[in-house]
């Protein structure tokens, strides 16, 4: 079993809905859920960075952190055309960094 | 802020050249570099740790004589593909992380651009 499981896509969804992106995590040691952008042939672009869980909420973005469940999640409102990207998510524990196998994300306008 | 510039964003060589990639953080000062490597459709692997002053910690399996990294200074790093082979080819990224605040390295990544390698 991987330590980070992200369901890969593709994920297709109209301009304006909300997405949401999930990664579920087995290793009890992470403490720090980061949700990153990649475009393709990019690097990846931190979106938000969480500790605690509950929601944290930037712009048209929401990290959602559930510890108990070890499940995390991205939503977001109002999606437009240059959301469209491979969205990672990535944990922290004992200073190394997991990430997921990504999911691309297509948004048709 | 924190912006990580990597250079070169391509490179096309010949098998048997050594490919030196250079990876900066413009605006902050990076304790600690890692360097990625990324499969077409996958997800990122960690090739090695760098803090600043100190010699490189590789992951399992990756081997330190092809893959030279020296981290001289706290805003650049480098990786050197020695002799560089077509099963080399690849993504390469970089990524920073600036002084921890606390006891614990809680600091988030910043990635670079990365470096497409081609190796003919």
Redesign the interface.
């Known amino acids: 079993q991987k330590e980070v499981e992200q369901d ?1 896509g593709p994920l297709s969804v109209p301009e304006g809905a909300i997405v949401s992106l999930n990664c579920t995590y087995s290793n009890s040691a992470f ?2 859920f ?1 949700w ?1 952008r990649q475009y393709s ?6 979106l938000m ?1 969480t ?1 605690s869980s509950g929601n944290k909420e930037d712009g048209r973005f929401t990290a959602q952190v559930d510890k108990s469940s070890k499940y995390i999640s991205l939503f977001i409102r109002d999606s437009q055309p240059s959301d469209s990207a491979t969205y ?1 998510c990535a944990m ?1 524990g004992n ?3 997991t ?4 999911t691309r994300l297509t948004i048709i306008p | 802020g924190a912006v990580v510039s990597q250079h070169p964003s391509r490179v096309i060589c010949k098998s048997g050249t050594s490919v030196k990639i250079e990876c900066r953080s413009l605006d902050f000062q990076a304790t600690t570099m890692f360097w990625y490597r990324q499969f077409p459709k996958q997800s990122l692997m960690l090739m090695a740790t760098s803090n600043e002053g100190s010699k490189a910690t590789y992951e399992q399996g990756v081997e330190k004589d092809k893959f030279l990294i020296n981290h001289a200074s706290l805003t650049l790093s480098t990786l050197t593909v020695t002799s560089a082979h077509p099963e080399d080819s690849s993504f390469y990224i970089c990524s920073a992380r600036g002084r921890s605040r606390g006891p614990y390295s809680n600091q988030p990544q910043h990635f670079g651009d990365g470096t497409r390698l081609s190796i003919l």
């Open positions: 890969p403490q720090y980061m990153y042939r990019k690097g990846p672009e931190l960075y500790y990672l922290m200073e190394k960094l990430f997921g196998t990504g």
